[in-house]
Structures are given as C-alpha cells and as structure tokens.
C-alpha cells in the first residue's frame, strides 16, 4: 500500500544541510520569537524550518534537564510520546523505567547490557563477520547500536538508505538485526549515512515527524512554503503565515468563516467526488479510518497497517473497521447484509432529490470562487488605475481607497463562497431565514461593489465613483460582519440544526 | 545486479547446500539462471501436516537492493493453506514484509515458510475461504489440504471420495482444476459447487 505522505515539504534548501550537520548542534537561541494575530487575541508564531529544528532542540533539552540521560534517547523516548513533555516525565518518574525504554526500543542507559558477543571469524583472528554482506572486517570497520548488533559501514549505510529513501521511516528505523527492535538514534543515522542528499531526506523526515506530532505545531499549507505555525493552544483560528497565506489552524484549508472545519471538509469531499480524479480515487483507494491517508492496495492481504508513521492502523481493507475482531471471531465483512442492502436502495432515491439541492449550493460556491480568482486579477487593474490617477492631480493617499475596495471585496467573495457550504447543511428554522437574508444582503452589496470597480474612472465621474465605491465597501464590510456575528451568535446559542 | 546482492547470494546458497536440513532433504534452493536473480526453492511438508510427504516448489526472486528489501517469494505448486493464495501462490507472512531484517537468510526464509505450513495463523488470512473453513470445520480442511498435497505436491495420500466428485463435474465439461477449487470451497458438497460453476 503506497502512502502519499511527503508532499509537505519542498526541498528549498530552507534546512542547514551538507556534511557533519547534526541536529543536537547548539545553535545561539537568539529569541527573535515574534508573536502575530491574524483579526483577535489569537495569538502565533511563525517558525522557520532551521527554527523548528531550534524548537525541537529546544524541547529535547527542556526534558533532558530533568531526566538526565543522553539525549539522543531523549529524542527517541519524545517521538514515542509524541512529544508530549508531561507523558514522558509522568512514566518516566511513575513507572516501571525498564518498561519504559523498552517500549521506546532503547536500551536503558542506566544498566549496561550483555551486548551480543561478535561473530569471530575463523577464518582470521582478531576479524569480525559482517552477518549483511558476509565480508570479513577488522573490528574497526563494524559498527552497532547498543544492542551489540555489529555490521559493516557499507551495510549500515544500504540499509539506512533503503529504510530513508523507500520506506521513507525516519524516527523508527531499527536494527538490521532479525528480531532487534532497539531504535536507530539520529546521532548515529547522521554518522553512518553518507550521501548528503539521504542526510537531508533524514533531516526532512526527523522534522517533518516532530511537526506532524505536534498538536500545536501545523505546515503553512501553501505549496512550496516551508513556514510553520506555532500556537499556544488548538483553535479554529485564521492565522498568516510569513508567505501571505491565510489558514485555518484546526484544518488547515483557507480561513473558511462562517462555516465549522467538519463541515467544510465535508462539503469538499463532496465536491471532489464530482471530478474524473476522483473516480478513480474512489475505484483504487480506501482512506485510513483512523488517520485519512488515502491508500492504495497494490498486494498482499487484507490486513492493513497504516503506513503513516504517526498513525500505524490496523484495520480490514474490506470492512475498513479494526482488525481485532477478524482475528479472534472471523470475518464479519463477509456477510450481505439484507438491511443494510435496503437502506442502501432507500437512500439512492433520496440521493437524486439531494443531487438537485446540492447543484444548487455548489453552483453558487463555485461561482464565488470563480470570481475571487478573477479578482485577483482586478488588483493588477487597479493598480494601474490607482496610477493613472495620480496623474490627474491626487495624491497617493487620496487613491488608496481602490485598493481597500478590492480587500474588502476578496474578503466578501471568500464569506460569500463559505456562506453556501454552511447553507447547505442547515436546517430551516427562524434563524437561518435571517442567515439568508444576511446572505442575500451582503451577496447583492458585494456584486454591486464589484461592478462599480469594474467601470471606467475618468475626470469626470471620479468623486462621484470614489464617493460610490467608499460608500458601497464600507456597507459590504459592515454586512459581511454582521452575517458573521449572526453566526457566531447561533454557534454560542446553538441555533444551527444541519441536516446531515 | 548489485554487488552486495551477488555476493549475498552465492554465499547464502553455499549455506542452504551443506545445511543440515538439507541432508534431511527438508529444505534445497536451485538457481534458475546465472545471474541468481531468480532463485527455485523446494520444501518439504512437515511430518504430521496434512502436508506430509509433499514437495512444494517456490519461486524467489532476488531484487536489486537484497539484502535490504526482502527476496520474492510465491508458492508454484498449488497450495490449500490459510495463509497462502490458492489461486496465485501468494504469501502473506509478516517477514517477507515490513518485518525482514537485512541479516536474515534464504535458509531462515525457507524455513520460516516451512513452519507456516505446520502452523497456519488463520487470524491473519491472505486466502479468506480457505481461512474460513480450516476455523469453521478443521477437520474438512485437513482433508482438502491433504487432497491438494496429493495432487500437486506428489503426497501418497490417495482420497478417492473427492476424486469420484471431481470426476463427475469434469464430466460435465469443468476443466479439472475449475472443479476441485470449486468442491474445495464448498466443502466437497457436489451440489452446491454445480451450482456455482453453472450459475
């Protein structure tokens, strides 16, 4: 089963890279930490790759000052918390240590093990066998983890490159050693490997994983951005990222107001089932019913494991529900349910009625979204407006107003276009008869605005358009607020029904 | 093909070759070609399996990265096992998958294939029918696999019962194979696999 799961990060060669580059360096923490809010008291910060790489070193040490161990172990018992600080010192100090690391599959630095004796070769003395290769070396050209598991340079560096490159496993790399679970450290991984591309690979996955573990860490989702937000708490919040891109923390679509991330989702996925892509997605692929990795079956058995690293599901690729219950009572994904087969018919016939409203809804959502990209064309427009007034006798700050008219503008389109997705799953009550009413005020306001950026300014009608446009966007950015507060209101007071 | 691989190779079936278990005949590798990209495997079913007595020949194949990826392998000679396809010979056992390690051998490989056979894990099927009736009626499918293994794989024991059905259907025009696969999920109820064969 393929998993797509590196297309979050470009390699822009954002990341310290080359050589001897470890990720335990001490780097100077200058705190250049700068605090941001997108419209509330929401407050973020912006990290860069290298000072994800700080915050994580960061982290690391934070723990080590109190546990006391080395840190590269440190680091593998984090990943194994998922980086939750508090779990890690709460078993650390509470329970059974032994247990612990051995969880973790690291050995417990406090004890020292009967390593492995190595394989002497009789065929020299003083020379070891490589169990990989079947070469003879001298003892200085093997090397191992704590484990007492030894290999050869070369073998090491195969089989971390194997693991990096094909697996794509960086945090859970084990020993080559049949049966071994003990855990590859980043110190040694960065030691044995040797092309630095692979180095790299291993820096992308090892940063990648921490972020992705992170509850209060999330990637900038802009293709080609390697910016990522760090919050204080998990919120359904827009926040800005350093490249200009506007997201939703919780889910990470485009600030999507007034509509709630669940539903949003939803909504998208009923929206790709439409296209050709997504045909084929839905005939090959299944998606993990624990993390939403879409997966491809290429072979094999039924029984699945996830093979995001941060997830690691069992589950039946028939059924999609847990393995567990196949293995101890057998298959229940075999069985036709009559029931169910009637329901299903049911609901084809409510399917077609719902197919209409949905066309509906869609319709309207696409053509939002379709004018928002024309409108950002409008800004180069109006840039050269903005200039070609400035000619005509005004001054620059005399012609800025077009420019805000075009914010607000995008602003109202974007409202406008998430205002159909909630739409579609409400209920009718009093309450939403006055959502569309909002809808309808701001949606006529905005289409009026928009038309009024679109005419030609000359000598003549420029203070009469500049009173019109001013008027018109203050009124839209006063209605699109309203619509939200009226929404925001109905979520406090729980007003919205939805239907589905 | 790569050089660690070749290397690994030779070395390895030097060690499959003078390996006890192969005095005993119980395991033997064969290279199909020079290159030993592709290997032919043989083992024996275990002593007290419906598999006794039988020769089961497998085909391995060697990938580039070996000794870091884990050899191909499939069953050639038809199978009646839980855990291995009865139509394509497909293997679903964890350390031909994520759970190899680089310092395992074709020997521990043909070995570990060899206890699979003397213990099925039904929990973890790669065949769901045969999955099916070895948890459902144990003793049908030991008289399946034993049919199967008589068959195929040369066992001496001759059932002349499931020879009598499947030469009725072939009467009927089934190819042979068509019918004992057929027989073989319906637990040798001629009824029912007449009827599926002809629905």
Request: with cysteine.
């Amino acid at each position: 089963m393929n998993v797509d799961d590196d297309t979050l990060y470009d390699d822009s060669g954002n990341e310290t890279s080359g050589d001897d580059v470890d990720f335990v360096i001490d780097v100077d923490n200058a705190s250049n930490k700068e605090l941001h809010s997108y419209d509330d008291e929401y407050q973020y910060e912006v990290l860069s790759t290298d000072d994800i790489v700080q915050h994580m070193v960061d982290c690391i040490k934070e723990v080590n000052t109190v546990v006391q161990i080395p840190l590269t172990t440190t680091r593998i018992l984090l990943n194994y918390f998922n980086w939750d600080k508090e779990k890690l010192m709460e078993r650390f100090f509470d329970g059974n240590q032994d247990d612990l690391f051995k969880e973790a599959h690291v050995i417990n630095p406090f004890k020292k093990v009967n390593a492995v004796k190595p394989k002497i070769s009789n065929k020299l003395l003083g020379t070891e066998e490589c169990d990989i290769c079947f070469m003879v070396f001298p003892p200085t050209q093997m090397t191992g983890l704590e484990c007492g598991h030894r290999f050869c340079y070369q073998c090491w560096n195969e089989y971390l490159t194997t693991k990096i490159m094909e697996e794509g496993v960086g945090q859970t790399i084990a020993c080559a050693a049949h049966n071994c679970p003990i855990l590859v450290d980043d110190q040694t991984a960065m030691r044995l490997l040797k092309d630095p591309r692979v180095k790299l690979k291993y820096q992308h996955l090892i940063t990648n994983s921490f972020v992705e573990c992170n509850r209060l860490l999330r990637w900038c989702p802009s293709p080609d951005c390697s910016f990522a937000i760090k919050v204080s708490y998990v919120e359904a919040k827009p926040v800005a990222c350093r490249c200009g891109h506007v997201f939703c923390f919780a889910c990470g679509e485009n600030w999507h107001d007034p509509v709630r991330c669940g539903l949003l989702k939803k909504w998208q996925k009923k929206c790709d089932d439409d296209s050709e892509t997504s045909n084929w997605i839905a005939a090959n692929t299944k998606e993990c019913p624990k993390c939403n990795a879409t997966i491809e079956k290429d072979g094999g058995c039924n029984h699945m494991i996830c093979k995001n690293q941060n997830c690691k599901a069992d589950f039946c690729w028939v059924c999609l529900g847990p393995w567990e219950p196949h293995g101890s009572s057998w298959y229940n994904c075999n069985r036709y349910d009559e029931d169910e087969a009637k329901a299903a018919r049911d609901a084809q016939e409510k399917s077609r009625a719902a197919l209409q409203r949905y066309l509906f809804y869609c319709n309207r959502y696409m053509n939002h979204m379709q004018s928002l990209r024309f409108e950002h064309k409008l800004y180069a427009s109006v840039k050269d407006k903005m200039e070609e007034m400035q000619q005509h006798n005004m001054s620059w700050i005399e012609v800025q107003f077009l420019k805000k008219a075009v914010d607000i503008l995008c602003q109202c389109r974007q409202t406008l276009m998430y205002t159909y997705v909630f739409a579609y799953y409400l209920k009718k009550n009093n309450q939403s008869v006055i959502f569309e009413d909002n809808q309808k005020d701001l949606e006529r306001a905005t289409e009026l605005l928009s038309e009024y950026l679109e005419r030609d300014i000359t000598q003549e009608n420029l203070i009469d358009i500049k009173q019109k446009v001013q008027d018109k966007y203050r009124y839209c950015d006063g209605r699109r607020m309203a619509l939200l507060d009226h929404v925001h209101e109905g979520y406090e007071k729980d007003w919205w029904v939805y239907s589905e | 093909m790569a050089n660690i691989a070749a290397q690994r190779i030779k070395r390895e079936f030097k060690e499959v070759i003078k390996s006890e278990e192969v005095a005993k005949c119980a395991i033997k590798v064969e290279l199909v070609n020079d290159s030993y990209t592709e290997l032919k495997g043989e083992i024996a079913g275990p002593p007290d399996t419906p598999y006794e007595g039988g020769t089961f020949i497998l085909e391995i194949k060697v990938p580039e990265t070996y000794p870091f990826n884990p050899p191909k392998v499939r069953f050639m000679t038809k199978i009646w096992h839980p855990n291995i396809s009865s139509v394509t010979g497909a293997i679903c056992l964890d350390i031909l998958k994520d759970q190899w390690a680089a310092a395992m051998t074709l020997r521990t490989v043909l070995l570990s294939l060899q206890a699979l056979l003397s213990a099925a894990e039904p929990d973890d099927p790669q065949d769901a029918v045969v999955a099916k009736q070895y948890r459902e009626n144990l003793e049908m499918f030991q008289i399946t696999a034993r049919h199967w293994t008589n068959v195929y794989a040369g066992g001496p024991h001759v059932n002349s019962d499931c020879d009598d059905k499947i030469r009725r259907l072939v009467d009927m025009g089934i190819e042979e194979h068509q019918a004992r696969a057929a027989l073989s999920s319906y637990n040798w109820d001629l009824e029912r696999a007449t009827e599926q064969l002809f629905s």
